[in-house]
C-alpha cells in the first residue's frame, strides 16, 4: 500500500502520466521521453515480463492495473493525468497455446482501470495496439481503414480492447488514442535500456543472440514467398519513433482531441533476409541461417502506412534506417550489464 497519499490543501503538484507496463522494453523507454519533455512519469509494473531496473529515475510501484484500491492510491497521491497502457501480452504462439492468459490479462484486466479512470474523472488515456488487429492483409501498405481481421488470440484482445475503450469513451467522455504499431525494434541510442524479453520472439534480437553466440542459428521460416528474395517483408519502427508518436498523440489530447487511432511503422518494408544481411555488417559476425518451412498465418508482406499521424500529428520517425535500428539494438545488447 501507498503511503501519505494526502497533500495540503490548496498545495501545487505537477501532473504525472502514469506508465502502466513501464518496466517492460516500450514503456522503459516511455519513461526517459517524458521525462526529456519535463513530465513526470509513473510507473505501475507486475514485473512478469519487466525489469525493475529498467525503470530510471522514476517512481516505479510493483502492482497490478487490476487493483481497484492500488490504483485509487496513485491516482490521488501522484495527481495523475493521464494514463499509458504498455501492460499487454505479446507473443503470437503463446497465445494461440494459452488464450486465456491474454483474455484474463489483456482484456479483463483492463476493466477495473478505465472503471477507476472514470471514477477519478482521469479523462485521457493512450493504448498500445498493434498491426495484429489487421490480420493477413489485403493490401499494402496497410492504412487505419483496412478491416479488423485478426487471426489469433493476441490479436483478437488488442481488436477487443479498442472496442471496450471506444464504448467506455462513449458513455463518459474519455479522451483517447489507440497506436497500432507494427514491429518495434531498437533501442535508446543512448544505450540506458533496450529489448529484454523473457522469452524472445522478435526477429532482430534474435538475430543479435546468434550474432553473440548464444544460438546456434537464426530460423527462416519460408524463402519461396512473392518478395525480392523470397523471404517475408516486415516494417520496422525504432522504439524511439514510437514514444515520440505517444508524446505527439497526448499533446493532442491535452488540446482537446478526442477519439484518435493512427498506425506506427516507417512505410517502407525489409525482408528477413535483409535484417540478416544488415546485422552482419554491424556486428561483423557470421549468423548461421538454417531454413523452415513456412508459418501458417505468415503473410508474405507487412507495411504500414503511416500517412495519417504524420499528417495530422506531424510525427516525423528519426530512426527509420534499419542499420540505424540494428546498431542501436547491438549496442544495448553487448554493453548492458545486468545490475548485482
Not at 487490476?66 to 503463446?94: C, G, P, Q, W
Not at 507495411?303 to 534506417?321: H, T
Amino acid at each position: 500500500m501507498l503511503t501519505n497519499i494526502g497533500r495540503r490543501a490548496g498545495e501545487s503538484r505537477h501532473p504525472g502520466i502514469l506508465i502502466i507496463g513501464g518496466a517492460g522494453y516500450i514503456g522503459s523507454h516511455m519513461v526517459l521521453a517524458l521525462q526529456a519533455h519535463g513530465m513526470t512519469p509513473i510507473v505501475l509494473d507486475n514485473l512478469s515480463t519487466g525489469h525493475r531496473d529498467a525503470v530510471i529515475n522514476a517512481e516505479c510501484i510493483i502492482g497490478d492495473m487490476s487493483d481497484k484500491n492500488l490504483l485509487r492510491e496513485i491516482f490521488t497521491k501522484y495527481n495523475i493525468s493521464a494514463v499509458m497502457h504498455f501492460a499487454s501480452f505479446i507473443e503470437v504462439a503463446e497465445s494461440v497455446k494459452n488464450p486465456a492468459k491474454y483474455y484474463h490479462n489483456n482484456v479483463a484486466n483492463l476493466f477495473p482501470l478505465l472503471d477507476v479512470m472514470a471514477e477519478c474523472n482521469i479523462k485521457q488515456f493512450i493504448f498500445s495496439s498493434s498491426a495484429a488487429v489487421y490480420g493477413e492483409p489485403q493490401y499494402n501498405p496497410v492504412n487505419e481503414k483496412h478491416p479488423l481481421a485478426p487471426i489469433n488470440p493476441y490479436g483478437r484482445t488488442k481488436r477487443m480492447v479498442e472496442e471496450i475503450i471506444t464504448d467506455y469513451a462513449a458513455s463518459n467522455g474519455m479522451q483517447y488514442a489507440i497506436l497500432r504499431y507494427f514491429n518495434a525494434a531498437g533501442s535508446d541510442p543512448k544505450g540506458r535500456v533496450g529489448e529484454r524479453h523473457p522469452h524472445e520472439s522478435h526477429l532482430i534480437p534474435l538475430v543479435l543472440a546468434t550474432a553473440r553466440g548464444e544460438r546456434a542459428h537464426i530460423t527462416v521460416y519460408g524463402n519461396d514467398y512473392a518478395t525480392p528474395d523470397g523471404a517475408c517483408v516486415r516494417d520496422y519502427v525504432h522504439v524511439t519513433d514510437l514514444c515520440d508518436a505517444h508524446l505527439l498523440a497526448l499533446q493532442a489530447l491535452q488540446e482537446g482531441k478526442q477519439q484518435l487511432i493512427y498506425n506506427l511503422g516507417n512505410g517502407q518494408g525489409f525482408s528477413v533476409m535483409q535484417v540478416i544481411a544488415a546485422a552482419r555488417s554491424i556486428t561483423g559476425c557470421n549468423i548461421p541461417v538454417n531454413l523452415a518451412e513456412r508459418r501458417a498465418g505468415d503473410p508474405a508482406i507487412l507495411v504500414a502506412d503511416a500517412s495519417l499521424i504524420k499528417q495530422e500529428l506531424n510525427w516525423r520517425p528519426q530512426f527509420g534506417n534499419l542499420h540505424t535500428i540494428i546498431e542501436h539494438a547491438w549496442g544495448f545488447s553487448t554493453n548492458y550489464v545486468i545490475p548485482a
